[in-house]
């Protein structure tokens, strides 16, 4: 998806209500993206939400937003090339992996002084940092 900002869905938004339902959070880091805000403030049950720039969604510039059939078809070079080194090839108008994981993790340095328990809201090549387990499109879909 990228940095495209579309709402949460209602599977999205009946998950994120079950999830840590039984812990009392004093803090929800989130991305400023639509999808990720209304799944903060569904998770936070009266705790601080605090939007965080560096918590943003990768962009893949004009691949936002599209489907990697629509991205094959546009230019199935480069596309290939993206497949065989996701972390070097940029797409168009996109950002480089490299300061992206830079942005991430200088946001998660940020989260580990401030207050516990926290949970942070970020999107798939964001929780792929955190977590240290970048993969290639398809490679995880759910951490």
Known sequence: MGQTDPPLSED???QAGELLRDVRLVRVYSSPLRR????????ARG???????????????EWDGLSWAEIEGRNEELA?????DWGGVTPPGGEGWDAFRGRVLRAFERICMGPRPAAIVGHAAVNQILTGVEQAYGGVFEL
């Open 80 to 84: 290939r090339r993206k497949l065989a």
């Open 36 to 43: 990720a805000r209304e799944t903060a403030d569904l998770l």
């Open 12 to 14: 999205g938004g009946r």
């Open 47 to 61: 705790a601080c939400v605090e939007i965080m720039e560096d918590l943003r969604e990768i962009t893949y510039g």
